[in-house]
């Protein structure tokens, strides 16, 4: 059993910044990719960024390019998305997801095989 704990999230103005963070447990010597995802109220879940097991690559939903940026502990299951400017549009609740089978550069939600439960992230504007 994998367990995501997530941390980090709330309330930040637009044009901000904020960090959220996420440690996966459960399962000592398995590295995982690792990234997040994120639900707005009445919409689907989308990809937001990912990154490969030993952090050599990293992946974006255009949303989001330039603006957040993915990092990962080395070594470690751990990682941290850098949210800077968000917009109000940003606000979701963000999910930490873990996965080991699917290729890296894959990030739809059938691709993932843990999901954490989630953090509320409000911008304001």
């Known amino acids: 059993q994998v367990h995501l704990e997530e941390s980090g999230g709330g309330l930040v103005q637009a044009g901000g910044s904020l960090r959220l963070s996420c440690a996966a447990s459960g399962r000592p010597g398995t590295t995982y990719a690792m990234g997040w995802f994120r639900q707005a109220p009445g919409r689907e879940r989308d990809f937001v960024a990912g990154?490969?097991?030993?952090?050599?690559?990293?992946y974006y939903a255009d949303s989001v390019k330039g603006r957040f940026a993915i990092s990962r502990e080395p070594g470690k299951n751990t990682v941290y998305l850098q949210m800077n400017s968000p917009k109000p549009e940003d606000t979701a609740v963000y999910y930490c997801v873990a996965k080991e089978f699917s290729p890296p550069e894959l990030w739809t939600l059938s691709s993932v095989d843990y999901w954490g439960q989630g953090t509320q992230v409000t911008v304001s504007s």
């Open positions: 990154i490969s097991w030993n952090g050599g690559s990293t």
